[in-house]
């Protein structure tokens, strides 16, 4: 067992060995215990009705995470090395990265009304802005001293941006990558409770309902649970692409 997997399991014990504790004492009549908790998630694993809802779930968080990736990384890249971009496109996702989600997601439905588009903007607008801005600032302070020495024996801007600069600023573009899906989690959740309950969002809004906080309380889990889990395979996938390039984690 390495260290890092020991302190990960130790905080994970910790935090499991408190919410037992608060949920015996009790702190709130509405705050079940770990294990009620993790009894009804088994439950619902065990009737299927946990796949179904993140069958739903995963719909625009997968769509809204791959674009907001593909299309934040490209922009990032153009507004690092260009500062005519930078100043052209930069405050507007710093304006999106400020701007109280819950007050947009009106304008979204009654644009695009109460289905799958409207969603998958909501995990984008989460995530696409913390993309952007870790993407341009690492592109932006990729060292100079490496894109001169690649200039001096004749690399063309392609090499350099392909060869250097990419995998310079690789670990700052996947700590953006980590950020958005974790905002992108957040979007899509809060696009299932403000818009139309649907996937895990419904299992959320319908225990509550009906006072079933165990259930509550297990649903929000399994979306941290897979949400740690993306963003480990998301650090492994860093690994593999840029080994020898990876600038370490504080979990490490």
Not at 23 to 50: E, K, N, Q, W
Not at 58 to 63: R, T
Not at 161 to 187: D, E, Q, Y
Request: net charge neutral.
């Amino acid at each position: 067992m390495t260290r890092s997997f020991a302190l990960k399991l130790l905080s994970a014990l910790l935090v499991f060995g408190a919410w037992e504790i608060a949920g015996r004492i009790p702190v709130s009549y509405a705050f079940p215990t770990f294990f009620d908790s993790m009894s009804a998630l088994f439950r619902m694993a065990f009737d299927g009705s946990l796949f179904v809802a993140y069958a739903e779930t995963l719909k625009p968080l997968v769509l809204g995470v791959a674009i907001s990736a593909f299309i934040g990384i490209a922009l990032g890249l153009w507004i690092g090395l260009s500062s005519w971009f930078d100043w052209l496109f930069s405050p507007i996702f710093v304006v999106m990265q400020a701007a109280p989600l819950a007050a947009l997601i009106p304008l979204l439905v009654m644009a695009y009304g109460i289905g799958l588009t409207s969603k998958v903007f909501v995990v984008c607008i989460m995530a696409m802005p913390v993309i952007v801005l870790n993407t341009a600032g690492a592109v932006r302070n990729t060292p100079q001293n490496l894109k001169a020495m690649s200039h001096s024996f004749l690399a063309t801007d392609r090499d350099v941006l392909l060869k250097v600069i990419i995998p310079a600023a690789s670990p700052l573009i996947f700590s953006g990558l980590r950020l958005g899906v974790s905002a992108g989690f957040i979007g899509a959740i809060l696009s299932e409770l403000k818009i139309t309950p649907t996937g895990v969002g419904d299992i959320i809004t319908f225990s509550r309902s009906i006072a079933d906080y165990p259930s509550m309380y297990a649903a929000i889990f399994s979306i941290i649970l897979l949400a740690v889990l993306f963003l480990n395979l998301l650090e492994k996938i860093e690994i593999t692409l840029f080994e020898g390039n990876v600038r370490g984690y504080a979990s490490d």
